[in-house]
């Protein structure tokens, strides 16, 4: 397997599985931004740098949003079975 690198901005990442003839490769995370996004261009988008990851506030959106199987029986829970 090659290396094949990403072609956003400044992207470290070498292993790429998305490839467009006139935007080259991108990695799974500039996808997944991407994705997330919504960038005036792809060709603005390319051009710019990766967000740094560790500068992303995490929230947890599975204890905010508890799956049926999962979910506490809070009294206040107003969760309807269909």
Do not use: Q
């Amino acid at each position: 397997m090659g290396v094949l690198p990403c072609w956003r901005g400044n992207c470290d990442n070498i292993m790429c599985d998305r490839y467009s003839s006139k935007y080259g490769y991108i990695c799974f995370d500039c996808y997944e931004e991407l994705c997330s996004t919504t960038p005036a261009s792809i060709k603005e988008f390319m051009d710019s740098d990766p967000i740094d990851k560790n500068e992303i506030p995490t929230v947890d959106y599975n204890k905010i949003f508890k799956h049926r199987r999962d979910r506490d029986h809070d009294a206040d829970d107003d969760w309807e079975t269909v």
